[in-house]
């Protein structure tokens, strides 16, 4: 017996309950940064520098980041107005703008890393909810993707962060 097909209503419901919690534990967590001078979306971008090393351009981190190129453009811009970046142009045949963190860019890095609201909200399921809740956003995702054609490259967002420096750079 196949399951029932989830209602529209049940699907709104639902979609609402991820999109609420979403913006409130990112609230939380920038709340938690803002005493550092930055924020989640901030400290995932260092978080994707840091990973890419000398890969890292705005095109690249726009890819991981899975926005657009203008869009990441712009939060580079005032992490380096802030210190956290530098970006440089290097010749290689063709010109191209790389990204480096600062000394700053590290230790703002060091500390977006402890995540403690984060933490603290997601410890609230344990460990076998975690799983399953992995397991349908990834079912979320796999479909969103496969409906959406994308007119980059697009790195493999659907591998999880903490894989990202077990498999290299795709």
């Not at 142009?89 to 977006?112: I, M, N, P, W």
């Not at 402890?114 to 995702?141: A, F, G, Y």
């Amino acid at each position: 017996m196949e399951p029932a097909e989830a209602s529209e209503e049940k699907i709104h419901d639902t979609w609402v309950l991820l999109a609420h919690s979403y913006r409130i534990i990112s609230n939380l967590w920038d709340k938690e940064l803002s005493q550092y001078g930055f924020t989640h979306e901030q400290a995932f971008i260092l978080f994707i520098i840091n990973y890419l090393g000398d890969y890292a351009t705005p095109s690249n981190i726009a890819r991981f980041q899975v926005q657009a190129h203008n869009t990441v453009s712009e939060v580079l811009s005032r992490m380096e107005k802030s210190g956290f970046i530098e970006k440089s142009s290097e010749r290689t045949g063709r010109s191209r703008l790389r990204v480096r963190l600062t000394d700053k860019g590290h230790l703002a890095l060091e500390t977006s890393s402890r995540k403690l609201t984060l933490v603290k909200i997601m410890r609230s399921l344990p460990e076998e909810n975690l799983d399953q809740l992995q397991h349908c956003l990834k079912m979320l995702l796999n479909r969103a993707v496969e409906e959406n054609d994308f007119p980059q490259k697009s790195y493999n967002i659907r591998t999880p962060p903490s894989a990202w420096l077990k498999e290299g750079i795709n």
